[in-house]
C-alpha cells in the first residue's frame, strides 16, 4: 500500500504560481512512477504530468507543457509540481497517483491516488 497526501492548493491570481507536493508513505517510494492528474468540474479526470520512478523522463499534457514543471526527492518521498504562468482554466482539484508503470497517461493504470488539493485561478 503507498498512501499519498497533497499539499500546497489554493487561491492565486492568473499569472501567478503555486507548487504542490504530495508525500507518500508506505511502499517503497522510488519503486513508482508518479503522475498529477486534476479534475474540473463537471469534467472528466485528465492526466496533467507524470515521472518516472528515477526522476528521468517527465511527461506533460499540452496544457501544461512550458508552465508546469513534474520533480519528485525520492529521498523525500515525495513529487512536486511547480504550476507557473496560472490560468483560469487551470482550476481544478489536483490530484497525485502511483503506478507500478515506468509512467502512463491513463488514470486507470494508476493503483494508488490521493484525496486531492483545490487550485483556484481567479481572472
Known amino acids: 500500500q503507498v498512501q499519498l497526501v497533497e499539499s500546497g492548493g489554493g487561491l492565486v491570481q492568473a499569472g501567478g504560481s503555486l507548487r504542490l507536493s504530495c508525500a507518500a508513505s508506505?511502499?517503497?517510494?522510488?519503486?513508482?512512477?508518479m503522475g498529477w492528474f486534476r479534475q474540473a468540474p463537471g469534467k472528466e479526470r485528465e492526466f496533467v504530468a507524470a515521472v518516472s520512478w528515477s526522476g528521468g523522463r517527465p511527461y506533460y499534457a499540452d496544457s501544461a507543457k512550458g508552465r508546469f514543471t513534474i520533480s519528485r526527492d525520492n529521498a523525500k518521498n515525495t513529487v512536486y509540481l511547480q504550476m507557473n504562468s496560472l490560468k483560469p482554466e487551470d482550476t481544478a482539484v489536483y490530484y497525485c497517483?502511483?503506478?507500478?508503470?515506468?509512467?502512463?497517461?491513463?488514470?486507470?493504470?494508476?493503483?494508488?491516488w490521493g484525496q486531492g488539493t483545490q487550485v483556484t485561478v481567479s481572472s
Open positions: 508506505g511502499r517503497t517510494f522510488s519503486s513508482y512512477g
Open positions: 497517483a502511483a503506478t507500478l508503470r515506468s509512467w502512463s497517461t491513463a488514470s486507470r493504470d494508476y493503483d494508488y
